[in-house]
């Protein structure tokens, strides 16, 4: 699987629509695309939320 389409986890900073009508909470970790990760970081709406290396 490309570094692309593997899942990446992310922490919601703020509530997010990934569909219409249906709420994602911040707090809430999810898993989505690597381009999706980076979008949301950039727009401050997530963090990263991968383990530190060693763990």
Known sequence: ????????????????WF???ERTAAGTTVSVSL???KALIAAGKAERA????GE
């Open 50 to 53: 991968d383990p530190l290396p």
């Open 1 to 16: 699987m490309s570094d692309a389409k593997k899942p990446v986890p992310v922490r919601l900073v703020y509530d997010v």
């Open 19 to 21: 569909e219409e009508g």
């Open 35 to 37: 381009d999706e990760a």
